[in-house]
């Protein structure tokens, strides 16, 4: 007996065909730009702003790459360098929109709350740096910056954290676990384990071929390899791009000496999990515990 199926089954089976093939199409072909939307919100490739306009002292540096890229960033250092050398640095690395001009007002409160020096830059493809972003190249341009900090001769004598926020946190785990002896202490605020763990809920339509995705930042292998560092977790509790159990598995799987510190906000979103109540206390406690870390141990 011969098989067949109703026309609008077969119809509807080749219309979900049709979407997986083009879902993932999109997905292997433009995930870069979908994944690093360095041109949101509009003007963010032509206009950064500057740390003179929250009075903060900066050099505006020129960083070159290994794959000779050149990207822009800021040292807001204390001008005082027996200042500058008595307190921390925090190696700022931004979220996968906007620029490190769109992240000023945070520095201006590591600056002048907690009296840390702090170096930002824009990646690749992001502001007015050169070239376009993918997980090789962010990797690159975070390794250029730690090495510029630790040439330099004053910040490179002082305690170094590391600040991500969303994929932000995952260039710094990244750097952190294949750099940890020259960090003091990792800072990361609504993070996910992996793309491709992240994409069924950001993109559920192309779930099915995920095994496409080629930029991966796995950040849940490469937390493991951290084992003496101090780490604090900021997850807002209803973050709607990052389902809070990435943060929460982040947490669990961490295997440190160091203290393993977790924070989390109650109305905390993606994007304004910084903006809640006792955020930056947070993050005043932690930088204080290293600090003091560091005067018992010399």
């Known amino acids: 007996m011969s098989s067949y199926l109703p026309w609008y089954l077969s119809y509807s089976l080749a219309a979900g065909l049709v979407a997986v093939l083009s879902g993932g199409a999109l997905l292997y072909h433009y995930q870069c730009e979908i994944i690093y939307p360095a041109n949101f919100p509009e003007g963010s490739r032509r206009l950064v702003a500057k740390p003179s306009q929250y009075g903060l002292p900066y050099e505006d540096l020129t ?53 840390c020096n702090v170096f930002m830059l824009s990646y690749r493809g992001y502001g007015l740096s050169e070239g376009s972003p993918s997980e ?54 609504n993070t996910f384990l992996s793309l491709p763990k992240l994409i069924p809920h950001v993109l559920p339509m192309i779930s099915k071929v995920v095994f496409l995705c080629h930029q991966v930042w796995n950040s849940e292998q490469m937390i493991q390899q951290i084992t003496r560092l101090p780490v604090l977790f900021l997850s807002g509790r209803k973050d709607e791009l990052v389902p809070p159990v990435h943060m929460q598995e982040l947490h669990r799987i961490l295997d440190t000496t160091g203290e393993s510190v977790w924070r989390e906000f109650p109305d905390g979103t993606h994007n304004d999990t910084c903006l809640k109540p006792g955020y930056f206390e947070a993050i005043k406690a932690f930088l204080e515990g290293i600090m003091i870390s560091v005067v018992r141990k010399s």
């Open 136 to 189: 090789k190249g962010l990797r690159l341009d975070a390794q250029t910056a730690l090495d510029f900090i630790k040439a330099h001769p004053v910040i490179s004598e002082t305690k170094l954290i590391a600040y991500g926020q969303s994929i932000g946190g995952a260039v710094s785990i990244d750097i952190v676990a294949r750099n940890e002896d020259k960090f003091s202490g990792l800072i990361i605020e």
């Open 63 to 115: 960083l070159t790459t290994p794959d000779k890229v050149k990207i822009k960033a800021y040292l807001i250092k204390h001008p005082d360098d027996n200042v500058a050398r008595k307190r921390p640095t925090i190696m700022y690395l931004h979220a996968n929109a906007g620029n490190m001009g769109h992240r000023l007002s945070i520095a201006d409160v590591f600056y002048k709350e907690f009296g």
